[in-house]
């Protein structure tokens, strides 16, 4: 098997802010994972600093994971151990390159984007989803100042539910008059941004404006501030910043009431899987998010959406050079291509 590595500099169309960053420009990296046959899958990763990869890191990881690959003794094929196969390999990934979530992401969804495209049935059916039940995902207001983000608020009238980027002084006043523009479904995304006593005052406040629910309301890393703040306000918590792999769901039983899974952070669609069920074990609410992403990965979470509550996979949605196209998004809904594997293919010069 070969891997060869591409840059993808996505480019926003909107500066895009949140409460501790700033972007216009989101690097990630391309894969193509070529079998001995002439088949080849698509993955991407997109290394977050934030999470302790840049591109640099990424690029490393995926020659060294190159390496592994090509070590492999067998074509990995299509059917009955297929599923072991790809377990067997992510599992020797995670062990080799633990700190590489995003790198191992792109070699887990190619994987899978192989595997399901040699069997000819999209990746939902090859993990036994019901195409009937993908998600409508919400469209991301980002940080900004109020008018701008009424704007953004009234271009994204397509979409009815909105995330709204939160965690600086007047939070308050942006969605009083986001409130005031649109009936749309709205949930708060904080990103760490406020203490506990401020997110509790500021939760109670928001409630009469009619939010789903709030995400990673305080710094991660503090299983006590999340229980104190859900114990005293009504909306419903959700933690982004807080998770990233199974692992860490046990402990937060009780403080929170759901998680928000990346791909990304979590390294692939193996483990998201696994995350999935550990949360319905501890009866969480389960989001599938993203981060700036091209329609490769963004599609790859979009096939697993049955399995979830909420969506939130408008990463491509944000880029004006999406060099690919795969699930389509009208008034929010995600429509999966029935095509094999991923389903995503180059765009054309006429799209
Ligand atoms: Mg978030």
């Known amino acids: 098997m070969n891997l060869i590595i591409e840059s993808l500099n996505l480019k926003l169309k909107y500066p895009f802010r949140i409460s501790r960053q700033t972007r216009t420009i989101q690097n990630n990296l391309l894969v193509i994972l070529e079998d001995e046959e002439g088949n080849y899958g698509l993955g991407e990763a997109s290394p ?16 060294g994971m190159s390496k592994y690959l090509l070590s492999l003794p067998l074509p990995i094929n299509g059917c009955g151990k297929e599923g072991g196969h790809i377990e067997d390999i992510t599992n020797e990934l995670q062990r080799r390159f633990p700190a590489d979530a995003s790198a191992r992401a792109a070699v887990d969804i190619a994987l899978h984007d192989l595997v399901a495209k040699k069997l000819n049935i999209p990746l939902y059916e090859f993990l036994h989803l ?8 919400s469209f991301t207001i980002g940080l900004d100042g109020v008018s701008i983000m009424c704007k953004k608020v009234e271009d994204a009238r397509d979409f009815p539910i909105l995330k709204i980027k939160l965690g600086v002084k007047n939070d308050i006043k942006i969605l009083e008059a986001i409130r005031h523009k649109t009936d749309a479904t709205l949930r708060v995304d904080a990103n760490a941004g406020w203490t506990v006593s401020e997110a509790i005052r500021k939760i109670n406040t928001m409630k009469d404006f009619g939010i789903e629910f709030v995400e990673q309301p305080i710094p991660p890393g503090s299983i006590d501030g999340l229980k104190k703040v859900r114990d005293n306000v009504d909306l419903p918590i959700m933690v982004d910043e807080d998770v990233k792999t199974s692992k860490d769901i046990a402990s937060l039983v009780g403080a929170v009431d759901g998680i928000n899974i990346k791909l990304m952070k979590c390294g692939g669609i193996r483990e998201a899987l696994k995350m999935i069920n550990v949360a319905r074990r501890h009866k969480l609410k389960v989001m599938l998010g993203c981060m700036i992403e091209s329609s490769v990965s963004i599609t790859a979470a979009a096939h697993l959406t049955p399995l979830v509550d909420y969506a939130d996979l408008d990463g491509n949605i944000l880029i004006t050079n999406d060099p690919f196209t795969g699930v389509i998004v ?5 429509h999966l291509p029935e095509r094999a594997g991923l389903g995503v293919v180059k765009k054309s010069p006429v799209d």
């Open 130 to 137: 019901n195409p009937d039940r993908f998600r409508v995902t």
């Open 330 to 334: 009208e008034h929010g809904k995600l």
């Open 48 to 63: 977050q600093r934030y999470y302790g990869e840049s591109i640099r890191s990424a690029r490393t990881a995926l020659r």
